[in-house]
C-alpha cells in the first residue's frame, strides 16, 4: 500500500487513507501482517490530535487482526518513540548490528504514556536492499525501517505455520521466544531491546506448538461432543 512518493515525502491524509483501506481490505486480500515505517517533515508537525487519530488508527489494524509492525525510529535518545510507534497493541521494532548489538541510531522507549518500547530488536545495520531508480542495483542501508519488514517477514512465516494466530499471538510468541540481552540489559522488557531479539527458529516452533495444541483441543471437544451426541441417542432408545 503506497502513500509516500518517490522522495519519501507523503501527508497525513494520504496516511490514514492507506491505513483505513488496509482494514477495508483485509478480508478481500487476507491481509495479515503489516510493516509501517514513517518519517519526514510531515509526521513531526502532526498536531496531537492528528497524533492520536494515527495511532488508533494503528490499534484498529490490530484489532481488525492485522499483526502490525511499525519502526521505532532513528533518533537514537531515550524517549524518542512517537507516532505511530507509540501504539499500545503495534510491534515496534528498534535496529541492531549484525553482532546483536543495539545499533546506536535505535530510538528508545519510553513512549509518552510511559509505555516501554520496543518491543524486539532484529538487524537493521548494513542490509542489503534494492536500490531506488537504479534499475536492479542494490545498496546497503541502516535503520529501523530496515528491522521492522524484517520482523514482518517473521510473522508472516508464523501465520503460515499457524493461520490461527492472531496478532497479539504472534506478538507474545515474537516477544516470548526473543534472545534475552541479560549480561546489558537485565531487566525485561526495556527501553532499549524490548523483550530482546528476535529469534526466527525460536518462533516458529512456539508456533507450532500453539497449533498442534489447538488441534488437540479440538480433537479432543470433538469426541467429547460426539459421546455425549451417543449419549443421548441411547438415552432416547429407552
Known amino acids: 500500500v503506497k502513500v ?6 507523503g501527508s497525513f491524509a494520504e496516511v490514514m487513507r492507506g491505513m483505513e483501506w488496509t482494514i477495508d481490505n483485509k ?3 487476507n491481509i495479515r501482517a503489516a510493516s509501517m ?4 517533515v510531515w509526521l513531526i508537525e502532526l498536531t496531537q490530535e492528528q497524533e492520536e487519530r ?21 533518533s537514537a535518545a531515550y524517549g524518542t518513540i512517537g507516532t505511530p510507534g507509540a501504539a499500545k497493541d503495534v510491534i515496534t521494532v528498534g535496529a541492531t548490528e549484525d553482532s546483536k548489538d543495539l545499533a546506536v541510531y535505535s530510538s528508545k522507549g519510553p513512549t509518552h504514556e510511559g509505555r516501554i518500547k520496543p518491543n524486539v530488536a532484529a538487524i537493521g545495520s548494513a ?5 531506488a531508480n ?25 501465520l503460515q505455520a499457524n493461520p490461527d494466530l492472531q ?29 530482546g531479539f528476535v529469534l526466527m527458529d525460536a ?3 512456539e508456533a507450532i506448538k500453539y497449533y498442534d495444541k489447538a488441534k488437540q483441543i479440538f480433537i479432543g471437544e470433538s469426541l467429547n461432543f460426539a459421546f455425549a451426541q451417543a449419549l443421548i441417542l441411547q438415552s432416547d432408545v429407552y
Do not use: C
Open 4 to 9: 509516500l512518493d518517490s522522495g519519501g515525502s
Open 27 to 29: 478480508i478481500k486480500y
Open 37 to 40: 515505517s514513517l518519517g519526514g
Open 54 to 74: 494515527v495511532t488508533t488508527l494503528a490499534n484498529e489494524m490490530v484489532a481488525a487482526g492485522i499483526s502490525l509492525m511499525i519502526a521505532a525510529g532513528n
Open 127 to 131: 542490509v542489503m536492499s534494492v536500490e
Open 134 to 158: 537504479s534499475g536492479n542495483g542494490y545498496a546497503s542501508y541502516s535503520g529501523t525501517s530496515m528491522a521492522t519488514p524484517m520482523v514482518a517477514g517473521m510473522a508472516a512465516l508464523l
Open 167 to 195: 496478532p497479539l499471538m504472534v506478538r507474545s510468541i515474537l516477544e516470548s521466544t526473543a534472545e534475552y540481552k541479560w549480561l546489558s540489559h537485565p531487566v525485561r522488557p526495556n527501553n532499549d531491546y524490548g523483550w
Open 203 to 205: 518462533a516458529l516452533d
